[in-house]
């Protein structure tokens, strides 16, 4: 049962493209988090917030932007996609740091 | 930097095995979690051990901690085929972020 949500679930899209990947949780959660993560591989956290109007940069350097304007909602920004951003996008939120982690099911993003 | 590193890398099994998956890190952590992953889904909370936990438990779960060793174990007791999935481990390191781990892939098989 998911309270976090990612839309599109999957997008398929040219070169040069703006893109914006939506992340939504009804939990009321301050922190949220944009983690890339290749087939069978690890997760990298590439965004991250602690709150409304809060927004840092991941351990995993990205060309992508994030914005917290409401505690609900943390969109993930692409100005213009390159084959090197195709990848699963997984969005998540705690209610604490270091607390576990709920996660929506994520955004497979093919750039052709 | 990597902070878990798993092993397996993968693990097949019959249905009704026992399955261990093992999990090591570097730094000190204030706790340690286990996540799954179905295919093409997202991660989901399965346990949480804090660091001055040496064993948990949670239905067919067993989480074992050793903070000597920096390393963990997760053990699924008779494994059944909706437990194929990918197993991660994840701690917070010496930051307030979660660091994952390489995960390991079971295929439990009917």
């Known amino acids: 049962e998911a309270d976090i949500y990612q839309t599109p679930r999957y997008l398929v899209i040219g070169t040069g493209k703006k893109i914006t990947l939506e992340c939504s949780q009804t939990?009321?959660?301050?922190?949220m988090y944009w983690y890339q993560q290749d087939p069978g591989m690890e997760l990298h956290l590439i965004h991250y917030?602690?709150?409304?109007?809060?927004?840092e940069k991941g351990d995993l350097s990205s060309e992508s932007t994030v914005s917290r304007i409401r505690t609900e909602h943390f969109p993930l920004t692409l100005e213009s996609a390159r084959p090197s951003h195709t990848s699963q996008y997984l969005c998540?939120?705690?209610?604490?740091?270091?607390?576990?982690?709920?996660f929506g099911d994520g955004t497979r993003l093919s750039i052709l | 930097s990597q902070q878990g590193e798993e092993d397996p890398q993968a693990l097949s099994i019959q249905e009704g095995e026992n399955a261990t998956m093992n999990c090591s890190y570097k730094t000190s952590i204030n706790n340690l979690q286990w996540y799954r992953q179905n295919s093409g889904r997202g991660l989901v909370h399965l346990i949480l051990i804090r660091s001055n936990e040496r064993e948990k438990h949670s239905g067919r779960l067993r989480v074992t901690l050793d903070t000597s060793k920096k390393s963990s174990s997760l053990l699924i007791t008779a494994s059944r085929a909706a437990d194929t999935a990918s197993y991660f481990c994840?701690?917070?390191?010496?930051?307030?972020?979660?660091?994952f781990g390489t995960g390991t892939r079971l295929q439990v098989f009917p």
């Open positions: 998540a939120s705690s209610e604490l740091e270091g607390q576990p982690q709920h």
């Open positions: 939990m009321g959660h301050d922190k």
């Open positions: 917030s602690y709150g409304v109007n809060s927004t």
């Open positions: 994840a701690t917070d390191g010496n930051t307030d972020k979660l660091i």
